[in-house]
């Protein structure tokens, strides 16, 4: 058998939940007046019950997440500030992965995955070779030496 909720406890459900009493009786399809006499009266409806009880289980699974949001940017802060030391740099090593058409040119991978292109003499840098470059604007490098 389902137990019986107190008018107390249906508005603290309701509160904790940002849901005013108007609110929820406009969920649940009954008139505003129904819904203060069935609250202060502790008149609860089985119906009432299994919405408030989702309502609570759904803002209990919020505060989960919550939790475990607050443990992943634990974890990914070091890396985070290891990523800004890197930027504040302005050089990275990068690896030439292609030569283009363009024989001035060399295109390369960071570590962090992402790609960008530099200015060379022809036949100076090879495919495969590691280069310390200094960031110049949107994806051009230079070479830093």
């Not at 009266?41 to 209990?60: F, H």
């Not at 290891?82 to 992965?97: N, P």
């Not at 991978?109 to 036949?123: I, L, M």
């Amino acid at each position: 058998m389902a137990t019986k909720m107190t008018g107390k406890e249906c508005m603290a459900i309701l509160a904790k939940a940002g849901i005013s009493r108007d609110e929820f009786a406009g969920m649940m399809g009954i008139k505003r007046s129904t819904m203060r006499t069935c609250v202060h009266g502790n008149r609860i409806s089985r119906k009432m019950v299994d919405k408030l009880r989702e309502l609570a289980g759904e803002e209990e699974e919020k505060e989960e997440i919550a939790e475990v949001d607050a443990m992943i940017k634990e974890v990914i802060k070091p890396y985070e500030e290891a990523v800004k030391k890197m930027d504040a740099s302005d050089v990275q090593m990068g690896k030439v992965y292609l030569i283009p058409q363009n024989k001035y040119l060399r295109l390369v991978e960071f570590a962090d995955g992402s790609h960008g292109k530099f200015r060379a003499k022809p036949g100076k840098y090879w495919v495969g070779d590691k280069i310390l470059l200094r960031h110049l604007e949107r994806d051009m490098w230079e070479v830093a030496k």
